[in-house]
């Protein structure tokens, strides 16, 4: 279903609130870090409505963002986008889901990033490649209207930042005419500010971090290899991380987001997470590992003022959603990061 601004403004009047601001917004003209860090979770869209109130427990850690992600699917080689707002897909996947979660949070006092994701069955958005110009001038038609919806439905609900995408390795490269067009035409129906997450190893190769208002990236470079990394051993492999990142800033005059961070709580954690995940089940599930990357991760990054801060991957909404191994999912809930979020977050 598309969602159109009479779905947009309906739903409006059934939820009860809306948004007064008017002109398109413009880019930050330097770097402008915010003296309160973002101190995000990444929510994870659940099946059906919630039970309770899932904001509760994001206070409770301390945060004081939290990421909603309505997801749309492109299959490998089909130049396609489909997001179906009825039905196919989660509740909190859909409009009437996604405007609930931002209205608890901003009820609560809790920031929102909208951050619409391209999911590839069986692949990686990074690969995503056509062979045709015609093929993919059809998959970016699909893309902006899917991404100009989400960006209404943010200015209504006066969300503060908007992800226009997600780790496009393949279509930053070859398209970034593409990319510099969708933003004008976001910031023309969207007043807050704009982020692009790239992947951890090609953030120095996007062309158009001047139009956005910050360098956002997802933080997931592998550190060290050992079974349980050491905290000081993680912290020495982040330094050069580190640097190369300030550096990227002030040329740029840019802050710094990590749009997504974590670690699954496995064995060997401190490395390359996504190869982990495809024998999650098989690993020993290491506690200790996943809290020692987090606090190496916040205690190198929370004092760096051109670091805005970040949203971990992720938070599980009464841990509905899950693909049935929380206890060795990237999810801190109930295990020791927990307690690390809660002392760098100031829960």
């Not at 038609?141 to 200015?155: C, H, S, W």
């Amino acid at each position: 279903m598309k969602l159109s601004v009479l779905v947009c403004l309906i739903l409006m009047l059934v939820f009860g609130y809306g948004c007064a601001r008017n002109g398109p917004s413009q880019p930050a003209s330097g770097p402008v870090p915010d003296p309160v860090k973002i101190n995000g979770l990444t929510l994870v869209a659940p099946p059906r409505p919630f039970s309770t109130n899932p904001i509760l427990p994001v206070q409770a850690v301390g945060a004081n963002w939290i990421a909603v992600v309505p997801y749309a699917f492109t299959r490998p080689g089909e130049p396609m986008v489909w997001y179906n707002g009825k039905r196919g897909q989660w509740w909190g996947e859909r409009p009437e889901g996604v405007l609930e979660t931002i209205r608890l949070a901003h009820e609560a006092g809790v920031q929102v990033m909208l951050k619409p994701q391209i999911y590839v069955p069986r692949s990686w958005t990074g690969s995503l490649n056509f062979d045709t110009a015609e093929d993919w001038a059809s998959w970016e038609q699909g893309y902006e209207r899917y991404i100009l919806e989400m960006a209404r439905l943010a200015d209504t609900c006066s969300v503060g930042l908007f992800c226009i995408g997600t780790e496009f390795r393949m279509s930053v490269a070859r398209r970034p005419a593409f990319w510099k067009s969708l933003i004008t035409k976001v910031r023309q129906v969207y007043r807050g500010k704009l982020v692009y997450s790239a992947n951890w190893d090609d953030w120095e190769q996007v062309p158009f971090w001047p139009e956005l208002d910050y360098i956002g990236l997802s933080g997931y470079f592998p550190l060290i290899q050992a079974a349980t990394p050491q905290v000081d051993s993680l912290k020495a492999a982040w330094e050069p991380i580190c640097q190369r990142l300030r550096t990227f800033s002030r040329k740029h005059q840019r802050p710094v987001l990590f749009t997504e961070f974590g670690y699954l709580s496995v064995d060997h954690c401190g490395w390359r997470n996504w190869e982990l995940e495809a024998v999650v089940r098989e690993k020993e599930v290491n506690e200790q590992a996943q809290a020692n990357c987090l606090e190496a991760l916040l205690a190198t990054f929370q004092p760096e003022p051109w670091w805005a801060g970040g949203f971990v991957w992720k938070w599980f909404p009464e841990l509905r959603g899950h693909e049935g191994y929380p206890e060795r999912d990237y999810t801190p809930q109930g295990k020791a990061g927990e307690a690390i979020l809660c002392k760098w977050y100031g829960g």
